[in-house]
């Protein structure tokens, strides 16, 4: 099992950038895919994105692949979502995800993903 803590959310002005991190723990890090999700009050659960085992794959929401990057460092055990040009409508709790062991590709949706940290705040002002 691993267990997921987020850090690095906050208050940004529009236009602005945040970059969150995940650290994981187990020593198994590097055989999950992983990824992001987020969820703002009221709203269901969003996929942000998801990247592979090695890093070398990544997938995006479609409405976001142009100002959200993931990445991810299997020696340090951590996964990364950089935000750029953040918008209000970006506001919203921001967890962390472990893809799913019997799904092999990159996680295209939620249902991709087994499990999920508590998530960092994050809030965007106009």
């Known amino acids: 099992q691993v267990q997921l803590v987020e850090s690095g959310g906050g208050l940004v002005q529009a236009g602005g950038s945040l970059r969150l991190s995940c650290a994981a723990s187990?020593?198994?890090?590097?055989?999950?895919?992983m990824g992001w999700i987020r969820q703002a009050p009221g709203k269901e659960r969003e996929f942000v994105g998801a990247i592979s085992r090695g890093g070398g794959s990544t997938y995006y929401a479609d409405s976001l692949k142009d100002r959200f990057t993931i990445s991810r460092d299997n020696a340090k055990n951590t996964v990364y979502l950089q935000m750029n040009s953040l918008k209000p409508e970006d506001t919203a709790v921001y967890c962390c995800?472990?893809?799913?062991?019997?799904?092999?590709?990159?996680?295209?949706?939620?249902?991709?993903?087994?499990?999920w940290g508590q998530g960092t705040q994050v809030t965007v002002s106009s």
């Open positions: 995800a472990v893809g799913r062991s019997d799904v092999f590709r990159t996680p295209r949706s939620i249902a991709d993903f087994g499990s």
């Open positions: 187990g020593r198994t890090f590097s055989a999950y895919t």
